[in-house]
T-cell receptor
């Protein structure tokens, strides 16, 4: 099956700094990707998405970059805030369902 | 509350017992998905419905697991003869015609089998 993995299990950043969370995927046929944020005791929450015909998409304080050549996604969070502390997952959409990686825990230090 | 609702939020059961979870999707969503999430891992797809039809089941969904969506609205996930390995968070998500942007997760039911 598809494999979506992450380079770092835990990332600690200082409040106000930018955060970069990375993700590798294995299915070159995947054409749609989403980054989710999951806080403790809650379900995954949509952050930002990108289709395979794009290489960059920006949202409010977040940017997703897609490199199809090396099958790599990244999530950039600008001016990281304490409320950004959570586990972040990338997921690839394939035939109506999502395949998730194991997540990166983001710790924001005050 | 117009989000995806799951009940109960927590369930502790003894090994060998049967458990049933309920998911109420967003009312206009015709697709409903079940995922399982173990500690430190991302959610894993179990099954999904379009209206009342169960269209796909993962290999993870053993014979002890059954899901229904009888009227195309709420869904139930039943686990028979629970095992300790069934301990996990069971997440429900819904969407409209598979549109990913509107794909919304509930807060899950955390199952602990003792």
């Amino acid at each position: 099956g598809e494999s979506v993995g992450l380079h770092l299990p835990t990332l600690s950043v200082q409040e106000g700094d930018n955060s970069i969370i990375n993700c590798a995927y294995s299915n070159s046929a995947s054409d749609y990707f989403i980054w989710y944020k999951q806080e403790s005791g809650k379900g995954p929450q949509f952050i930002i998405d990108i289709r395979s015909n794009m290489d960059k998409r920006q949202g409010q304080r977040v940017t997703v970059l897609l490199n199809k050549t090396v099958k790599h996604l990244s999530l950039q969070i600008a001016a990281t805030q304490p409320g950004d502390s959570a586990v972040y997952f990338c997921a690839e959409n394939n035939f109506n369902k999502f395949y998730f990686g194991s997540g990166t825990k983001l710790n924001v230090k005050p | 509350d117009t989000g995806v609702s799951q009940n109960p939020r927590h369930k502790i059961t003894k090994r060998g017992q049967n458990v049933t979870f309920r998911c109420d999707p967003i009312s206009e969503h015709n697709r409903l998905y079940w995922y399982r999430q173990t500690l430190g891992q991302g959610p894993e797809f179990l099954t999904y419905f379009q209206n009342e039809a169960q269209l796909e089941k993962s290999r993870l969904l053993s014979d002890r697991f059954s899901a229904e969506r009888p009227k195309g609205s709420f869904s139930t996930l039943e686990i028979q003869r629970t095992e300790q390995g069934d301990s996990a968070m069971y997440l429900c998500a819904s969407s409209f015609r598979g549109e990913a942007l509107g794909y919304t997760f509930g807060s899950g039911t955390r199952l602990t089998v003792v």
